[in-house]
């Protein structure tokens, strides 16, 4: 087959779920709730948040990368205190991108640039840390994610070795997983990682584009990677106690919710600075009650999502839902000719859009109670490459609309259109 160089769409549609599913008389989703922090050095404002944890008493603590600190709030986003510095010694840090908190009292921080593990008290009293740079066993390089349970057992995502090392509550080594590849228990620069109590692990395998699961042991148990999900980025990872997994996809500035198993129940997100949009989310906790914080890393702010009820009035059978959207591939040089069909059409928007560039197509007259397909043409001539924001909006009695993502990117590729099912 012909090659062909050119730039190239990747309409990133979520897999493993309906873009607009059928819901219930009675169904859940997630919304703003509220958020904290802003750009600055005082105290309650952020320098690049990468990682936030919470702890048994539903206190926030968060690792304020920029500004070489830990700061915890109460669960509302009230500041209570502060510590760290830049630096080497105890209780400094140095680039730190992870942070979590066990249920005995012990907070703990991947402090990256040091290539070390810091444990702290609730009140910042630093307790003792282990590490140093290297790929023997409680060495690390660049350790860029921890989680720990209940009982202070600590698991590290050992980036630059490509690797998970677990270790009880005082630092002693206990076992290690990984090495640098694509197969079932590799790893491409793992960051983001999350136990469930059940007794798995979740690491987000960044360059991989997946999400690796497995016991505590570090035996492999499953995985979910961008074929399937169109994850691009995914950066941060955690789990609520329903068994939820919750994954930033931080290129595409997306919230990701998934089954324990991988399948994708709902997404939110896409870029900018308004409430419930992103500009790089990286780390995110999922607390007792069900709520999740995502730390908006270069918004230099904390959001908080917050489960609720959808009460609908309107019944199962008019609901609508998009079955295929195709193509999935178009090029910058021309106009992208999408085919959407599905239950319940009536008419819709189909809006793109990057900071000052918007590209819109619209249908109407979708049939009601039965399949359609309808056509939008966006003029594509011209996009620049980089992450785009999607909105879709359908009208049938009522208005629902769903926020996505694509990327355009550049290379060379089959311009192979092909059919994306969503149920």
């Avoid at 509220?34 to 206190?59: H, K, L, M, T, Y």
């Avoid at 915890?72 to 010694?89: D, Q």
């Avoid at 039965?370 to 785009?388: E, F």
Wanted: charged share 10%; aromatic share 12%.
């Amino acid at each position: 087959m012909k090659r062909v160089t050119a730039f190239c769409l990747v309409l990133f549609v979520l897999g493993g779920a309906c873009l607009f599913q059928p819901v219930s008389a009675v169904n859940t989703s997630y919304q703003f709730l509220f958020s904290f922090g802003s750009q600055g050095s005082a105290a309650g404002q952020f320098e690049n948040p990468s990682s936030i944890a919470v702890d048994e008493s539903g206190n926030i603590y968060v690792a304020d990368t920029g500004n070489s600190r830990i700061q915890k709030f109460n669960s509302t986003g009230n500041y209570l205190l502060s510590w760290g510095s830049y630096g080497s010694n105890a209780g400094q840090f140095r680039n730190m991108s992870g942070i979590a908190a066990d249920q005995c009292g012990g907070v703990y921080v991947a402090d990256t640039g040091n290539n070390r593990i810091q444990k702290f008290s609730p009140k910042g009293d630093y307790l003792l840390s282990w590490g140093s740079y290297g790929s023997n066993m409680s060495q690390f390089i660049r350790p860029g994610g921890i989680t720990a349970d209940a009982v202070g057992t600590v698991y590290v995502s050992d980036t630059g070795n490509n690797r998970v090392q677990k270790f009880n509550s005082i630092g002693q080594y206990i076992t290690s997983w990984g090495s640098l590849g694509t197969n079932n228990s590799e790893l491409n620069s793992p960051v983001g990682i999350a136990v469930q109590q059940n007794g798995s692990v979740y690491v987000a395998d960044r360059y991989n584009s997946r999400i690796v699961k497995s016991n505590t042991s570090g035996y492999y148990q499953s995985s979910w990677n961008g074929s399937e999900t169109s994850m691009v980025n995914p950066q941060g990872v955690a789990v609520n106690e329903s068994g939820y997994v919750f994954v930033t996809d931080t290129d595409l500035n997306a919230i990701r919710m998934f089954t324990s198993n991988g399948t994708q129940t709902e997404s939110w997100g896409g870029y900018g600075t308004d409430s419930g949009k992103f500009n790089n989310p990286e780390g995110l906790i999922a607390n007792a009650s069900g709520s999740v914080y995502v730390c908006d890393t270069y918004n230099n702010r904390v959001q908080v999502f917050s489960q609720y009820a959808v009460n609908s009035s309107q019944s199962n059978s008019t609901l609508p839902s998009i079955l295929i959207i195709h193509p999935a591939f178009g090029h910058s040089t021309g106009p992208l000719n999408i085919t959407i069909t599905g239950k319940n059409l009536g008419s819709g928007t189909v809006t793109l859009w990057k900071g000052d560039k918007t590209l819109k197509g619209s249908w109407t007259k979708g049939k009601t109670n039965t399949s359609s397909t309808m056509y939008v043409t966006l003029p594509l001539k011209g996009a620049s490459t980089g992450v785009y924001n999607m909105s879709i909006k359908i009208t049938n009695g009522s208005s629902a609309t769903k926020y996505d993502a694509f990327t355009v990117l550049s290379g060379s590729t089959d311009p192979i259109p092909r059919g994306l099912y969503l149920e």
